[in-house]
């Protein structure tokens, strides 16, 4: 044996027996018993009890804990607010037998004589029974609109809105004035009129548009009842989130006229602005 090699063995063994080594050693240790996971943010859940003998008083302690995490909401059914990957309009999600475990064991530590178990099946049945007896705030619906104030106030809300019973999701806020006065309202009015201004409402007066180079409502003529309606089935389908109840609206067109006439694509324009 050369002394190269004497020394190397010796700086293996210096290394080794330094206390840094010695921790990491132990930490991947621990890591190995604990199944590699957050063991500090585990021991933080509350411990649910399994009794096998009394699992109706196990799904109660489960709607407790359910109801204090703030993640679920009563719509006829548990429901939880999931946002798509893709960035698309959440979607109220019902929850199933295996989602109550899924989240119970995100909530909690389910243990079964001081050993952590799986939450058995008929626990989650038991939760999903007690229809009315959640303890979980009413989901009235999901909106991307402000929210009408019963005094007329808008506000813009982001996620759980308690008071209208919304999820409140990239609602924009508007620069509306507290108190509009009647020549904003009337400017305001102008522009919805003007956007739609092509559309052939049956009892508006028409002109023709050199901008545009076709007919065109005269926006200095009194408006008419038929645009006065569709104004308004506008302005109900913005706000319809806030209406506990709301009118219907039909569109329809003379039979001589009325493929084409724009009946559809003023539907759709309602839809795509509200």
Same mark, same amino acid.
């Given at each position: ?119 058995? *099946? /008929?626990? #989650?049945? %038991? !939760?999903?029974?007690?229809?009315? +007896?959640?303890?979980? @705030? ?22 759980? *809105? /308690?008071? #209208?019973? %919304? !999820?409140?999701?990239?609602?924009? +806020?508007?620069?509306? @004035? ?25 009892? #508006? ?70």
């Amino acid at each position: 044996m050369t002394d190269t090699d004497t020394d190397w063995k010796k700086a293996a063994k210096d290394a080794w027996n330094a206390e840094g080594w010695k921790e990491a050693a132990r930490e991947a240790a621990r890591k190995v018993t604990d199944g590699g996971g957050n063991n500090e943010e585990e021991n933080t859940k509350p411990v649910l009890p399994i009794d096998p003998g009394d699992l109706p008083a196990v799904a109660e302690k489960l709607r407790d804990i359910l109801a204090r995490s703030g993640t679920l909401f009563d719509r006829g059914v548990p429901v939880r607010v999931t946002k798509p990957a893709d960035g698309q309009f959440p979607a109220a999600t019902p929850l199933t037998n295996h989602g109550v475990v899924r989240m119970a064991h995100q909530l909690c530590r389910p243990q079964k004589h001081g050993e952590n178990v799986t939450l058995p *099946d /008929r626990v #989650a049945a %038991l !939760y999903l029974d007690m229809a009315g +007896d959640w303890g979980l @705030p009413r989901l009235v619906g999901i909106t991307s609109s402000p929210l009408l104030s019963d005094d007329g106030g808008i506000r813009a809300a982001v996620g759980y *809105d /308690r008071d #209208a019973g %919304l !999820y409140c999701c990239n609602i924009p +806020d508007l620069p509306v @004035p507290s108190r509009p006065s009647k020549r904003q309202a009337q400017d305001a009015l102008a522009t919805l009129r003007r956007a739609f201004r092509t559309f052939p409402f049956a009892d #508006a007066t028409r002109m023709f548009d050199d901008e545009l180079g076709v007919d065109a409502v005269d926006p200095k003529s009194p408006i008419g009842m038929d645009e006065s309606g569709f104004l308004a089935g506008l302005m109900t389908a913005v706000c319809r989130q806030s209406l506990w109840l709301a009118p219907g609206f039909l569109l329809n067109a003379p039979q001589i006229s009325g493929a084409g006439s724009g009946k559809g694509l003023l539907a759709r324009a309602i839809s795509a602005v509200a």
